[in-house]
């Protein structure tokens, strides 16, 4: 799923369709789903007002005031590995893909060429490989990378990256096992870290710092997204689950929340809604 400042796009597999919701979590329009059944990741373009939605093989638009999807048949996977996880912003667009060693690329969307490919070293070590990217307003690209050397002891860390994909910060994320394979940036350079098989959303500060765990549902989680600045949308198995995010009078860089303190101290759930 993914989301822009209005509407949050998600895909209803039994259904075989897309749903448009809005920020409250009102259902919008459906439409069918003709393309392949998984979705790797579907992120907003705000320059065209449209969706990215990356599959295996292909990258297509969605409008969603039209309707009509669009393949960038321009757009294919380098040599036979299949696309992972994308993000944008402005005139760029990064996709990486889901092999070890993992590459990433830089696509000018203006004229869908290729400026830069990045290969490992650079994006992340020998059996490494990036489990999710992510932009946010400041220009910085957030990695999430998972060293396979030991499977039974994975080990993960979220880097922070300029455009040229320099270091900018580097922190361990502490965890038993689990894939961190979703992210979402928050405001004021804030993180939120979905861990898929441990159920748990990291929060992060500016500082790249995890100000805390949190084990929102008890029950297994699928995605995360923010519509516009103040709305969370967690997905687990069957529901979309909408959260309030609420600052303080005096716009300190902490989350507060007003009613039933869940999420912690950080956001609370303002709708809950049944695939």
Known sequence: MGASDEYLLAQEFENKQLTLFDRHGRRGISMIWHHDVVIRDIQ??????????LLDKKLILFDPVTRLFQEITRIAPYQTNSFRRCTCRNDRLFISYWCQESAVEWIQISSW?????RLSPVTCR???FITCIQLNSNDQLAFSIQDENNPLNRQ??????DLDLNTLRTISLDTVSGVFSRMTSLPDGYWALLNVDNNLVFLLDEQCVVIDKIDPLHGPLRNIALIGRHTIVIRTVHKLIFYDLVFDEER????????????????????????
């Open 44 to 53: 907003w373009y705000h320059d065209l007002r449209q969706f990215f939605i």
């Open 113 to 117: 060429t290729l400026p830069k490919r």
């Open 126 to 128: 020998a059996n490494e």
């Open 156 to 161: 993960c860390r979220f880097e922070l990256r």
């Open 252 to 275: 300190q860089r902490q989350y507060i929340y007003e009613e039933c303190g869940y999420l912690n101290s950080y956001i609370h759930p303002s709708i809950h809604y049944t695939l």
